[in-house]
């Protein structure tokens, strides 16, 4: 699926564009098929932004397609063996889409960035912000992959 033709990736780059960090922005996205309302929605997914709470580590678009695919495809039994390996499975496929496209799943590293951990204090969002994150981008991306694998995986 073309990422500009993707009604959620869409979605999640007007999110981001409003102030969502980038889990925030693709895990909302998605709203319409979880039975979350947003604020616990924004809550749940609020730790993940700048790679995990500006940590740099798992890009904060790919948490957020985590999490989406947690909540409608996940399995909720402590022992449920089959449905844990077949999750993790689906998690390792999406993690791979991404990293086709973008060469990494690591916030640093599709940034650019040098080193690991960076104050928890987040940057202001101002034209010249966006004009050097690839963000806005790279939520949308990780929305269409995940759109694209529900519709493959119909619920």
Same mark, same amino acid.
């Given at each position: 699926m073309n990422c500009e033709e993707? +009604? &959620?990736?869409?979605r999640a780059?007007?999110?981001? /564009?409003?102030?969502?960090?980038?889990?925030q922005a693709v895990f909302l996205a998605f709203s319409d098929l979880y039975e979350l309302d947003e604020e616990t929605a924004a809550k749940l997914s609020s730790s993940f932004g700048g790679g995990m709470g500006r940590l740099r580590e798992v890009c904060g678009a790919v948490s957020g397609m985590f999490l989406t695919?947690?909540?409608? &495809?996940?399995?909720?039994?402590?022992?449920d063996f089959q449905g844990k390996k077949e999750h993790y499975e689906r998690i390792q496929q999406l993690a791979k889409a991404y990293e086709e496209e973008n060469g990494s799943i690591v916030c +640093?590293? /599709?940034?650019? /960035?040098?080193?690991? +951990?960076?104050?928890p204090v987040p940057e202001q969002r101002t034209e010249k912000y966006y004009e050097k994150r690839p963000c806005p981008k790279l939520v949308r991306m990780a929305a269409s992959i995940m759109e694209q694998y529900i519709q493959e995986h119909p619920l």
């Open positions: 993707s +009604r &959620y990736g869409q780059e007007e999110n981001f /564009l409003k102030g969502y960090n980038c889990s695919a947690g909540v409608l &495809y996940g399995y909720d039994k402590p022992k +640093r590293e /599709l940034l650019g /960035l040098n080193k690991k +951990r960076e104050e």
